[in-house]
């Protein structure tokens, strides 16, 4: 607010949570109290963001966003007129780094409904990312299942910035998946 001029209610303030894992920083930002109860549908349907590349994980935060929006919008904060359940449609099941790797990469004929989310997000301005980085450091070998997978744009754009103006001379380090979170 001081910095933007604009809180998280704000229309067009959209929010992200690239590695969403189970949607514990999602639904703590619903329950937190900073998206007034005029906003919350507006903001839920239209205006936030969550991606996860763990199918399992990302039922789990698809259930857990959708019942806490569903509590918060049937309880006190919400109309309290029994509103129909809605599901969270701007979860995606896709790699965050990848998305930006080249057009099209998670837009199948096969996940259609996850593709138009995917489509949507790309176009959405996101102003805030929210959450907790994939955590890869220490792994010790290819096969471990944290393994560091290649963003060739990614990699770049860490190379010619933050690599390039480093003094530091190992530099391994700002590869490592948490880092390029």
Do not use: W
């Amino acid at each position: 607010k001081k910095e933007f001029g604009q809180t998280l209610t704000d229309k067009n303030v959209h929010v992200i949570d690239p590695f969403t894992g189970t949607g514990t920083f999602m639904t703590r930002l619903l329950q937190s109290g900073h998206i007034k109860s005029k906003d919350l549908k507006r903001k839920y349907l239209e205006e936030m963001h969550a991606n996860e590349i763990v199918l399992l994980a990302y039922y789990i935060a698809s259930v857990n966003i959708e019942s806490v929006y569903h509590d918060l919008m049937n309880g006190e904060r919400g109309t309290g007129n029994g509103e129909r359940y809605t599901p969270f449609e701007g979860i995606c099941l896709t790699d965050t780094f990848a998305l930006y790797e080249k057009d099209g990469v998670f837009e199948t004929k096969d996940f259609q409904q996850n593709s138009a989310r995917v489509t949507r997000q790309r176009k959405s301005p996101i102003r805030i990312v929210i959450g907790n980085p994939p955590y890869s450091i220490g792994q010790k070998s290819a096969n471990d299942n944290a393994q560091n997978q290649s963003y060739p744009k990614l990699e770049e754009a860490i190379a010619s910035t933050y690599a390039k103006k480093s003094t530091a001379n190992l530099q391994k380090g700002l590869y490592d998946s948490y880092i390029k979170a």
